[in-house]
């Protein structure tokens, strides 16, 4: 079920209708919010239903006897791992890991067809899978950790597990956040409707105008990589691409973020405005919070961090950031896009760059371009159906045929003008951020009004064409 739907609109009534009665007890609040997950959920395939209650189920037991059998706690959550990466590698990584085996008895001539003999179901990727898995895992491993003391009720695991302003694209919510508030009657004041109602509106402006728009030449760019070879022309797609799966899924984040306001819990932001980072460390801790924080706190952190040596942060980091590119899909341009931005981060822990221009006339704009210029590079790899593709692209964005004898600008002012709508908004926030009495008058209650009812306007008027959050195919 899309948030951008009509049947979502409707959906969202019905769920507000009975929520304001279901919240006042503990039990029809997790009701509630169970069976209208579920109904969110299972709009796409009510069968894939059997896999939030398989991980569900196997976490809630292993943390509730991690509690009671303190000596088995180890086995418990080997259990707890093995069943949620079992399914998530069976679903999302079987036909990879299968391509993998293939290809190595090949190298040696022999053809085994692993890819061949998968059953079909092992091939279609469940929404969201790899949010709710995350989601799920991290309650059993904070509970193993005592940072978390297991619930009693599994209603009350799984309203937090199964929420569905964030099932199926995050944030990814963590367990000691949420299953709190989930606890609590929390009533909503008027101002926290108001916050939730720009949030929601923020969101559908980001994903239906910017988003959507910018994705109608991107996706023709890469649908038919042959219709301009100028190397301007790949650099203005790859410019929109980054623009537009950045107000995509900042554009769900916000609109997850105040449905669930309006439903009186909170939600930690997921992006702070990336494209402002001055260095790529910074970057991501702008982009992505929610994973980004998971694998630092779940991955990276129990690796060693930096604590041994310069040279284990540097394996650490590899391994974090090339897992995080697995993350997001079973294919090696996916890896490479992780492995590039270790190498990046390699680089610019050993030359300090942003530190040492940071001193220098016009130093902090240099380093900002530097980081741009390596997160355009790697979102090629992330955008390419394939390798061969994504080394196409680079090179004729490093050819030297710059503008082509074909490249009519006319034929792509939308993009340019929503290009320069996006670099607006954002450039906005920049200045506003440091100025002030900007802020205070932008904080006014009859600039915020108009304000909405222009961000509504433009949506319904200047929406692109209707698409799925790119995130849910992670």
């Known amino acids: 079920m899309l948030f951008n739907s009509l049947v979502f609109f409707i959906f969202f009534i019905l769920f507000f209708s009975v929520w304001q009665w279901a919240k006042q007890r503990d039990t029809s609040r997790w009701i509630c919010i169970i069976f209208f997950s579920f109904v969110f959920y299972g709009w796409w395939d009510w069968r894939f239903l059997l896999l939030i209650l398989f991980s569900g189920l196997v976490d809630f037991g292993a943390a509730k006897y991690m509690h009671q059998k303190p000596s088995q706690r180890k086995l418990l959550?080997?259990?707890?791992?093995?069943?949620?990466?079992?399914?998530?590698?069976?679903?999302?990584?079987?036909?990879?890991?299968?391509?993998?085996?293939?290809?190595?008895?090949?190298?040696?001539?022999?053809?085994?067809?692993?890819?061949?003999?998968?059953?079909?179901?092992?091939?279609?990727?469940?929404?969201?899978?790899?949010?709710?898995?995350?989601?799920?895992?991290?309650?059993?491993?904070?509970?193993?950790?005592?940072?978390?003391?297991?619930?009693?009720?599994?209603?009350?695991?799984?309203?937090?597990?199964?929420?569905?302003?964030?099932?199926?694209?995050?944030?990814?919510?963590?367990?000691?956040?949420?299953?709190?508030?989930?606890?609590?009657?929390?009533?909503?004041?008027?101002?926290?409707?108001?916050?939730?109602?720009?949030?929601?509106?923020?969101?559908?402006?980001?994903k239906m105008v910017l988003a959507d728009n910018l994705a109608v030449v991107v996706n023709k760019a890469f649908w038919e990589i042959d219709t301009q070879p100028s190397a301007l022309f790949w650099w203005m797609v790859v410019l929109a691409f980054s623009f537009q799966i950045y107000f995509d899924f900042a554009g769900y984040s916000s609109i997850a973020r105040g449905l669930a306001k309006w439903m009186g819990y909170r939600f930690k932001s997921n992006f702070k405005h990336p494209y402002h980072a001055c260095s790529l460390k910074n970057f991501w801790e702008r982009w992505h919070?929610?994973?980004?924080?998971?694998?630092?706190?779940?991955?990276?952190?129990?690796?060693?961090?930096?604590?041994?040596?310069?040279?284990?942060?540097?394996?650490?980091?590899?391994?974090?950031?090339?897992?995080?590119?697995?993350?997001?899909?079973?294919?090696?341009?996916?890896?490479?896009?992780?492995?590039?931005?270790?190498?990046?981060?390699?680089?610019?822990?050993?030359?300090?760059?942003?530190?040492?221009?940071?001193?220098?006339?016009?130093?902090?704009?240099?380093?900002?371009?530097?980081?741009?210029?390596?997160?355009?590079?790697?979102?090629?790899?992330?955008?390419?159906?394939?390798?061969?593709?994504?080394?196409?692209?680079?090179?004729?964005?490093?050819?030297?045929?710059?503008?082509?004898?074909d490249l009519l600008f006319s034929q792509y002012f939308d993009t340019i003008i929503y290009l320069i709508i996006a670099v607006a908004v954002e450039s906005w926030y920049f200045i506003k951020q440091r100025s002030p009495r900007l802020r205070s008058f932008s904080r006014l209650f009859w600039y915020e009004c108009l304000s909405m009812a222009f961000l509504i306007a433009l949506s319904v008027y200047f929406r692109g064409p209707t698409a799925e959050f790119i995130y849910f195919q992670f």
């Open 289 to 405: 919070i929610s994973l980004s924080t998971w694998f630092r706190d779940y991955v990276y952190i129990p690796l060693g961090g930096n604590r041994r040596s310069k040279w284990s942060w540097y394996r650490n980091m590899w391994i974090t950031m090339i897992l995080s590119g697995l993350w997001h899909g079973p294919a090696l341009h996916f890896v490479v896009w992780g492995a590039l931005h270790a190498a990046f981060l390699s680089f610019e822990r050993i030359s300090q760059f942003p530190k040492r221009l940071s001193g220098l006339p016009l130093g902090k704009f240099l380093a900002y371009l530097i980081v741009m210029w390596q997160v355009l590079v790697a979102w090629v790899f992330f955008r390419a159906q394939d390798m061969e593709q994504a080394l196409t692209i680079l090179g004729r964005m490093f050819s030297t045929n710059g503008v082509g004898n």
């Open 77 to 206: 959550l080997l259990l707890s791992l093995f069943g949620n990466l079992g399914g998530l590698s069976v679903f999302k990584y079987s036909a990879f890991f299968a391509g993998l085996i293939d290809t190595a008895f090949a190298a040696f001539g022999w053809s085994i067809n692993c890819v061949g003999s998968l059953p079909e179901w092992s091939l279609v990727v469940p929404v969201g899978i790899s949010f709710y898995t995350f989601q799920s895992m991290s309650y059993t491993i904070d509970v193993y950790r005592s940072n978390l003391k297991p619930v009693k009720s599994v209603l009350h695991f799984f309203a937090y597990l199964s929420m569905f302003p964030q099932l199926v694209a995050g944030p990814i919510v963590r367990a000691k956040d949420m299953l709190r508030q989930l606890a609590e009657n929390r009533r909503q004041t008027s101002l926290g409707y108001w916050l939730g109602f720009k949030l929601i509106v923020y969101g559908f402006f980001q």
